[in-house]
């Protein structure tokens, strides 16, 4: 879920979409495009939920609405979408994949040319050992001149899972890890 700090609430679940819940108004459902959300946020003042499940993809909710409204699919993703973060321009997603890393998985950046959303590359960061599986949840530093990514690694299991530490200089960008 995520807030506007005066008690107004947005939230997603595993059935039925994105709610708002709060005090403005009643409790409504704002879209029910993506049923099955795993992730959400807040940037730059407008709603992005992502989905794993038909349909797949990340979705944008344009400002925090109260009212039932119609979503923008940004694009259409895969069965390892999980979490994603939106640059303060709005014109870079990451999203992070949670499919092995060899179909795919791992950080995927996503570019904005003025039309459409491109799949620039994807990092394969995410899974070491047993868990060769890209990550779940991610967030970055836009402030500097290179994107600065951290994200919670999936490596198998639970006692070896790692924050990692990415700095976005391109394709062939690696993870140092900060903490087990």
Do not use: E
């Not at 039925?16 to 099955?36: C, I, K, M, R």
């Not at 349909?55 to 009212?67: E, Q, V």
């Amino acid at each position: 879920g995520i807030t506007d700090g005066t008690n107004n609430f947005w939230g997603i679940g595993g059935v039925g979409g994105t709610y708002y819940l709060g005090f403005d108004a009643s409790f409504v459902q704002v879209q029910n495009v993506f049923g099955n959300s795993r992730s959400m946020g807040l940037f730059n003042g407008n709603i992005y939920c992502s989905t794993a499940s038909s349909p797949t993809g990340i979705l944008k909710i344009d400002g925090m609405p109260t009212n039932a409204v119609t979503p923008t699919v940004l694009f259409n993703g895969s069965s390892g979408n999980y979490d994603m973060t939106v640059s303060p321009d709005g014109n870079l997603i990451y999203v992070a994949d949670q499919r092995s890393l060899s179909s795919g998985g791992g950080i995927l950046r996503y570019d904005f040319d003025s039309v459409n959303w491109v799949l620039t590359y994807t990092l394969q960061i995410g899974g070491q050992g047993t868990g060769t599986h890209g990550p779940r949840y991610l967030t970055a530093d836009f402030s500097g001149a290179n994107p600065v990514i951290y994200t919670t690694s999936n490596d198998g299991t639970f006692d070896n899972n790692r924050i990692l530490k990415v700095v976005d200089t391109g394709a062939s960008s690696t993870s140092t890890t900060l903490a087990y």
